[in-house]
């Protein structure tokens, strides 16, 4: 199993630029979870889906913020313009199942930096 | 705001002895979650035990739960250098999928 593939892994942009994160959950899996990690406000979630569905975007910080699950294979998380307070990483991270009890399991992570 | 929040924020042992991190929590739960993260690392699960247990072992790991006091405990016994990371709690906030992370706690074991 090839796990949560995030892309990039790094990036860095200018300040205004948009800037488009990537992921594959785990084959079967039926959740999706976008999370946001900075040292002062620890791990976030941003938003997550069901079966490809958005559940909850209520950690979404803007209207910059924008992420789309168009199959079970693939999902973005997009912002624009970015800002350099946008500077984290983000975890994209999938679940079997749609209850609370199962094992989320994260990808690697895409450093962003914005200058 | 956080649901789960860990403590201490550091810890630094000598390898050999016994790590001991706490979570406190808000709301109730249906269950709990240790997960781990090693540095530049995506986090990764570690134990998960249900409001209706109290403690639950896995290898040198053991976890409690108080849920009169919304409070867990994450022991590790007989750490080893390869134990350093971050680990974190996790709730799932009154049952839903949605899992909420505290800011973790960072432990260094010296060799």
Known sequence: ?115 | SQQGEEDPQALSIQEGENATMNCSYKTSINNLQWYRQNSGRGLVHLILIRSNEREKHSGRLRVTLDTSKKSSSLLITASRAADTASYFCATDKGGSEKLVFGKGTKLTVNP
């Open chain 1, 1 to 115: 199993d090839a796990g949560v593939i995030q892309s990039p892994r790094h990036e860095v942009t200018e300040m205004g630029q948009e800037v488009t994160l990537r992921c594959k959950p785990i084959s079967g899996h039926n959740s999706l979870f976008w999370y946001r990690q900075t040292m002062m406000r620890g791990l976030e979630l941003l938003i997550y889906f069901n079966n490809n569905v958005p559940i909850d975007d209520s950690g979404m910080p803007e209207d910059r913020f924008s992420a789309k699950m168009p199959n079970a294979s693939f999902s973005t998380l997009k912002i624009q313009p970015s800002e350099p307070r946008d500077s984290a990483v983000y975890f994209c991270a999938s679940s079997l199942g749609t209850s609370s009890g199962n094992t989320i399991y994260f990808g690697e992570g895409s450093w962003l930096t914005v200058v």
